[in-house]
């Protein structure tokens, strides 16, 4: 049974990624949205021997990638929505922990940012427009 979902969780990366960095960087922007969005995350699993698992995301997460221009129209795009977005600059694979990584993407204007990921989350229509001109990863 398919479960057709009003809102829509998106990975949007840069097209010129390692196959590393993309999955780094898919990991790193998810886990934002379930600190402040609480209402994406499920409930707990468990298996048949009652042995406990963390929850996860109540939905799929679609993974998209386009040209550094996608990634920049669509961060604007999430802005004026206003939508939940988290972002990973090229700045970040030269850091090593969480605080160098939030000053390296507090030390740049929003215009100047190296953005190699985005995560937006929101309603469907919403998100659909913010990733106008990106293709699903292959």
Same mark, same amino acid.
């Given at each position: 049974?398919? #479960?057709?979902?009003? #809102?829509?969780?998106?990975?949007?990366?840069?097209?010129?990624?390692?196959?590393?960095?993309?999955?780094?960087?898919?990991?790193?922007? *998810?886990?934002?949205?379930? #600190?402040?969005?609480?209402?994406?995350?499920?409930?707990?699993?468990?298996?048949? $021997?009652? &042995?406990?698992?963390?929850?996860?995301?109540?939905?799929?997460?679609? *993974?998209?990638? +386009? =040209?550094?221009?996608?990634?920049? =129209?669509?961060?604007?795009? =999430?802005?004026?929505?206003?939508?939940?977005?988290?972002?990973? #600059? +090229? $700045?970040?694979?030269?850091?090593?922990? $969480?605080? =160098?990584?939030?000053?390296? &993407?507090?030390? &740049?204007?929003?215009?100047?940012?190296?953005?190699?990921?985005?995560? &937006?989350?929101?309603?469907?229509?919403?998100?659909?427009?913010?990733?106008?001109?990106?293709?699903?990863?292959?």
């Amino acid at each position: 049974m398919s #479960t057709r979902f009003d #809102t829509k969780i998106a990975v949007l990366l840069r097209e010129d990624l390692e196959s590393w960095q993309r999955l780094n960087v898919t990991a790193f922007l *998810v886990s934002g949205l379930g #600190t402040q969005v609480p209402e994406v995350i499920g409930e707990p699993y468990e298996d048949a $021997d009652q &042995v406990p698992y963390l929850p996860m995301f109540r939905q799929p997460v679609l *993974v998209f990638e +386009g =040209a550094k221009e996608t990634l920049r =129209a669509a961060h604007a795009r =999430a802005l004026s929505r206003a939508l939940p977005r988290a972002v990973f #600059t +090229g $700045d970040l694979f030269a850091t090593g922990h $969480d605080e =160098a990584n939030r000053a390296a &993407v507090r030390a &740049v204007g929003t215009s100047d940012l190296d953005l190699v990921g985005l995560a &937006v989350y929101g309603p469907r229509n919403a998100v659909d427009k913010v990733l106008k001109g990106a293709r699903m990863h292959p």
